[in-house]
């Protein structure tokens, strides 16, 4: 069964940082892109990055693009995001998902809530 | 905003069925697959539809992908009370090298 567990999330203050991570089993994570997806209180959902099996490919929404770093350490089956800058925007729940670029967003977990207040 | 335009609520009777728009451009939903996610109150997001039209293994039959040029819908015929949840497309946008989702359609089972 594939699961996906992050974790990391927590209250922090405007310009603070925060590093999210999520644990992989189930499936051949080294074999899988990974992608952050966001939602804000209430709001819809919003892709965040998105880092290929190899690492050799990464993107960044433009609203998080210079403030937040994805990585991977296939060997652990862990994904990471490091959060800087924070800003009250930030504020959400944070998925990480599989998918490939041009694919599908498989799998979900079930997220850990990031809160950016002072 | 969002890249792609879905109706912000939609609503049906039990047993009835219901379809959700979502209408984006060549960048997106024109040159690649669609996928649908299903987010029941308090949940994370679940696969629904992938590539336009395929189902997931344990998703029932009663929902259903389509797509035509830069516009796609998902059906859901016999509604249950269950089937009350927030509905997302979604799909990856070349120009702008990114994943984009619609808005989200409240489905109301009324």
């Known amino acids: 069964e594939v699961q996906l567990v992050e974790s990391g999330g927590g209250l922090v203050q405007p310009g603070g940082s925060l590093r999210l991570s999520c644990a992989a089993s189930?499936?051949?994570?080294?074999?899988?892109?990974m992608n952050w997806v966001r939602q804000a209180p209430g709001k819809g959902l919003e892709w965040i990055s998105h880092?290929?099996?190899?690492?050799?490919?990464?993107y960044f929404a433009d609203s998080v693009k210079g403030r937040f770093t994805i990585s991977r350490d296939n060997a652990k089956n862990s994904l990471f995001l490091q959060l800087n800058s924070l800003r009250d925007e930030d504020t959400a729940v944070y998925y990480c998902t599989t998918g490939k670029v041009g694919g599908t967003l498989d799998y979900w977990g079930q997220g850990t809530l990031v809160t950016v207040s002072s | 905003q969002s890249v792609l335009t879905q109706p912000p609520s939609v609503s049906a009777a039990p047993g009835q069925k219901a379809t959700i728009s979502c209408s984006g451009s060549?960048?997106?939903?024109?040159?690649?697959?669609v996928s649908w996610y299903q987010q029941l109150p308090g949940t994370a997001p679940k696969l629904l539809i992938y590539d336009n039209t395929k189902r997931p293994s344990g998703i029932p039959d009663r929902f259903s992908g389509s797509k035509s040029g830069t516009s796609t819908t998902l059906g859901i015929t016999g509604l249950q009370t269950g089937d009350e949840a927030d509905y997302y497309c979604?799909?990856?946008?070349?120009?702008?090298?990114?994943?984009?989702f619609g808005g989200g359609t409240k489905l109301t089972v009324l």
């Open positions: 880092i290929s099996s190899s690492s050799r490919s990464i």
């Open positions: 060549s960048s997106n939903i024109g040159n690649n697959f």
């Open positions: 979604g799909t990856w946008d070349n120009s702008l090298s990114a994943w984009v």
């Open positions: 189930g499936f051949t994570f080294s074999a899988y892109s």
